[in-house]
């Protein structure tokens, strides 16, 4: 919205304040949520199936949606980009969903029995980062092309709803068959 209200610069500086804030999350999982979660299978198993299940009812959310999408802009007001910065981070660190997001995630792809879960944390966490930061950036600058592309096939919406429920049930799926 602000990319499509005040230009690109301003949805990039909320990107990037989102995408900070990612490492808030990336360091409470490295380093002090998954060692409890890692020694307490009971623990892992609640948040594995608490994660999938809010996946689940996202994605029958979507579902019971009409797929429809509105571009109401409305009064967006100017803020500086230190301003949006601040504003994407917090609404990154202060959203539990995300919390909840790399608790459910995360320890399924531990990759390595070499290298420390921290190290393999902070890398998946930046990997998360660097994917994210790319498809929300694009997002950001093509934001009034994307609009108008949207507007003008209404059909759209109903690809990106079906779209949206594959990777949230596919993701439950993934988190409930994953191992610690």
Wanted: with cysteine.
């Amino acid at each position: 919205m602000q990319s499509i209200s005040h230009g690109k610069s301003s949805g990039l500086a909320t990107v990037s304040g989102l995408i900070s804030g990612c490492l808030v999350h990336t360091t409470l999982v490295a380093f002090g949520v998954s060692v409890l979660i890692k020694k307490n299978d009971y623990l892992f198993l609640i948040i594995k199936l608490f994660g999938a299940a809010y996946l689940l009812y996202l994605a029958y959310k979507v579902f019971k949606s009409d797929g429809s999408l509105h571009f109401k802009s409305g009064h967006v007001p100017k803020k500086t980009v230190l301003q949006l910065f601040k504003q994407g981070f917090l609404m990154n660190v202060l959203n539990p969903k995300v919390s909840l997001f790399f608790l459910a995630l995360f320890p399924g792809f531990l990759f390595s029995t070499t290298l420390s879960d921290v190290t393999q944390f902070y890398v998946l966490g930046f990997l998360f980062m660097a994917v994210s930061f790319i498809i929300f950036s694009s997002i950001a600058i093509l934001a009034g092309t994307i609009s108008i592309y949207i507007q003008q096939h209404k059909h759209i919406g109903r690809y990106l709803k079906w779209l949206q429920i594959v990777v949230f049930v596919g993701i439950a799926v993934f988190i409930l068959f994953s191992k610690k």
